[in-house]
């Protein structure tokens, strides 16, 4: 449904975005990450014509951005991380004017309007001034807004951004209602939101995608290496970091934190095969008292932090 090939963004001297290339399927609701500066807006906004790109290609069902940009956006729905509001405006206003503004027929305006309210709850707010509605009440009023022309595609940039955990929660479940009849594509750096509403997940790092997948084809792609945590007491990092780096599977040891006596540190495997045995046997011929050994799950921010950290 949508292509895009070698996608590339320059503000200036700046590569922004460099030369992405990705398909979109029908239906998927796809989570766009990654850290402050990676990119994600500069994409989203190119994909949605609002930024000409540097370099590549879009294109979305048979129209491709540069040639069709009015085709793109009439079947595109667009929420920016700051919702476009007029402020002063009543909702019910606001939204029948960007429905005239999206040319809805007038026989079928009111009907839509009816229906992007109930979908986004809002429809007890709908007589208020905007400018009265709280953080989440007004991102709710953004998204009837990219709702009302009935797209085939959403666009959300950091749909959740400022907004309390319970507020999270009712858009993360708008947006699951939508995308049972739409394609969505948001960006976040909320990576609990990312895993619990998106089909498939595409990282992004100082513009360049480093991972794209399911979350659990994710996991299994990381499973190359592992991390264990300990806590000892009686011990010094310089130590520790060159008894424990003595074993051929240790990568790394970081410390993590140290007070009151005691040390905690993290330890990279380059080894998908347990080493907790081994470690434990190089650590009882010490006298360092072992207060907690595991070792770490591979989740989504694990995975997060490996691919977008600046050493990494």
């Not at 009935?150 to 959740?160: A, H, N, R």
Request: net charge negative; with cysteine.
């Amino acid at each position: 449904m949508i292509q895009v090939e070698n996608l590339t963004k320059y503000y200036s001297d700046l590569c922004a975005v460099d030369q992405i290339s990705l398909e979109i399927q029908k239906g998927e609701i796809l989570g766009l990450l990654g850290p402050n500066g990676a990119g994600k807006t500069t994409t989203l906004r190119m994909l949605t014509g609002f930024l000409r790109p540097s370099a590549g290609k879009v294109n979305i069902l048979d129209f491709n951005i540069e040639d069709h940009p009015l085709e793109i956006k009439k079947i595109l729905g667009y929420l920016p991380e700051s919702a476009p509001l007029y402020h002063d405006m009543l909702v019910y206003d606001y939204l029948n004017y960007v429905a005239e503004i999206r040319a809805i027929d007038k026989g079928h305006k009111l009907d839509r309007i009816r229906q992007v309210a109930d979908l986004c709850g809002i429809n007890e707010v709908m007589h208020k001034p905007v400018n009265e509605l709280s953080k989440g009440y007004k991102q709710r009023v953004g998204l009837a807004h990219a709702m009302i022309n009935d797209p085939e595609i959403l666009v959300l940039d950091e749909p959740t951004s400022g907004l309390d955990p319970n507020q999270i929660a009712e858009i993360r479940q708008i947006i699951k209602e939508i995308g049972r009849e739409k394609t969505i594509i948001l960006s976040t750096h909320i990576l609990s939101e990312a895993e619990a509403t998106c089909d498939r997940i595409v990282i992004i790092n100082r513009g360049k995608i480093v991972a794209d997948g399911s979350t659990e084809s994710l996991k299994e792609s990381a499973g190359d290496y592992r991390h264990i945590h300990l806590t000892l007491q009686n011990a010094d990092f310089k130590s520790v970091d060159t008894l424990l780096s003595s074993l051929e599977a240790i990568s790394g040891v970081t410390q993590i934190a140290e007070s009151d006596g005691q040390l905690e540190v993290r330890l990279a495997c380059r080894t998908s095969s347990d080493q907790r045995a081994a470690i434990y046997q190089q650590i009882k011929q010490t006298d360092w008292v072992l207060l907690d050994f595991h070792q770490e799950t591979q989740t989504l921010e694990t995975i997060f932090r490996e691919l977008t950290l600046e050493d990494a």
